[in-house]
């Protein structure tokens, strides 16, 4: 823990259901899961993105092997078997929801790749039906289901979850946080967090329009309102809708936000205000704001967040990333290494003609070493060894970066500074509250947990 800061753990619930993550002794460098017996049969549902990604990286390993495929859009299946089968030669069955899938009892694990909105239940659902699960960040689209997924988890002990927050997975942030807790950087008051995405532009606005042939919309839509079918609103850019996702502050923000309160061994803040909107796009159908910032106060610190479409040009002329700035120097840390930067001599925080703090060279991430690699692997050798202490992003730290990234969006919407609290897991104001907990559509119930 940094020298001055007196960081005192804040939970979001009474009791802690689960320990944040603990750290796996296996060197992450050449890592090859060493597996004993048959193997680790998998199911994907949702694998228009990144649930496929998160399949393909599994599929680098010769003991597992997918063998149910799960998609509301048949054409998305159809190619998703054609890829496959360039991979594995095995057998695979598919599906057009996700029960099916889980009553299948050949199936060990599941990937759930699917839009925000649907996580909470297929995730409770899958536990409920035995099945190990990786679950894509955010891990919930709202903060009560991020808290319901946490109680499902804590209910299935013996059954593991990662959540899709490789960045843990990286050596290069283990050391950056390493250097974080050491104290060499002094007092840690400020934390920046932020996302500039230069490659996004302005959608063009389209009419309301037919269903795609060999789509379930109505199973899309699930728990979220009844709308017509909008092609903006369907598959990669479902996350610009508040209906199935929170934008770019749960989409960017849960990882960033991870590193940054896991280094700071911090979790609940005391209060957050934002500010922001759509101010790139103005005109662009998208409901979540394209350019934001967010303060959040913890108990010895502020951690800022920040996000903008249509710019590269991000802090420390990173495009993403982590600025821990403490009293005697900053350690800037993104995808791609870390730095650290040597604050100028100041009265009080070094000594005259040396600063308090050991010379730290830059460090650049490894050369064909894949982040999302390491998580999976760390995943599948959790559930050959039945340990999930190793699990590198567990279901706890999967919340805190969920749950953050949901209060900023609360302060957004309400306009307020908001303010927490930890004992009774609300915020004090009754309008702020009144977002903790989505309304389910269509007949569906949010999970009892």
């Avoid at 997918?66 to 509301?72: F, T």
């Avoid at 050391?175 to 932020?194: H, M, P, Q």
């Avoid at 005391?270 to 101010?279: I, P, Q, W, Y």
């Amino acid at each position: 823990m940094p020298k001055g800061n007196k960081m005192k753990r804040r939970n979001f619930v009474k009791k802690s259901v689960l320990a944040m993550g603990a750290t796996t002794t296996v060197p992450l460098f050449n890592y090859i899961p060493k597996m004993q017996g048959d193997k680790l049969r998998v199911g994907v549902i949702g694998c228009n993105g990144m649930g496929w990604s998160n399949i393909r990286s599994m599929m680098k390993m010769d003991d597992v092997e997918c063998i149910a495929i799960c998609d509301v859009d048949a054409n998305v299946v159809a190619k998703r078997v054609k890829d496959y089968a360039e991979m594995r030669s095995n057998e695979v069955q598919t599906y057009e929801n996700h029960e099916d899938l889980l009553a299948n009892g050949n199936i060990d694990a599941v990937v759930i790749g699917t839009p925000d909105h649907w996580h909470c239940k297929i995730f409770c659902d899958a536990l409920e039906a035995g099945k190990h699960v990786y679950c894509e960040k955010p891990l919930a689209n709202s903060i009560e289901e991020a808290y319901i997924m946490r109680r499902a988890a804590a209910q299935h002990p013996d059954l593991m979850v990662q959540i899709g927050q490789w960045q843990r997975s990286g050596p290069h942030y283990q050391e950056a946080i390493d250097i974080v807790r050491s104290g060499d950087l002094g007092n840690i008051r400020l934390v920046k967090t932020w996302a500039y995405q230069g490659w996004m532009k302005p959608m063009e606005p389209k009419p309301n329009g037919p269903v795609p042939e060999g789509v379930d919309y109505e199973r899309w839509l699930g728990p979220a309102p009844s709308r017509p079918f909008n092609p903006n609103r369907f598959h990669f850019n479902f996350r610009w809708f508040w209906d199935y996702a929170g934008g770019l502050m749960t989409d960017w923000g849960v990882h960033e936000i991870d590193i940054a309160l896991y280094a700071m061994n911090a979790d609940a803040p005391k209060s957050v205000m934002a500010s922001g909107g759509k101010l790139a796009y103005p005109n662009d159908p998208a409901e979540t704001p394209d350019t934001l910032q967010a303060v959040f106060e913890y108990e010895d610190f502020n951690m800022l967040w920040e996000h903008a479409t249509g710019i590269d040009l991000g802090p420390y002329n990173r495009r993403e990333g982590i600025a821990f700035i403490g009293n005697n120097g900053t350690l800037v840390v993104d995808r791609q290494g870390y730095d650290v930067l040597e604050e100028r001599q100041s009265q009080g925080y070094s000594q005259e003609g040396e600063l308090l703090m050991r010379q730290i060279e830059p460090v650049s991430r490894p050369e064909g070493v894949i982040y999302l690699d390491l998580h999976t692997q760390n995943f599948v050798e959790a559930i050959k060894t039945k340990n999930s202490s190793i699990l590198k992003t567990p279901i706890v730290s999967g919340s805190i970066a969920a749950i953050n990234a949901h209060m900023g969006n609360v302060a957004f919407k309400t306009g307020e500074k908001v303010y927490w609290n930890s004992d009774k897991s609300m915020f004090t104001s009754k309008k702020a509250s009144a977002l903790i907990t989505p309304e389910y559509h269509n007949g569906w119930k949010i999970p009892k947990y």
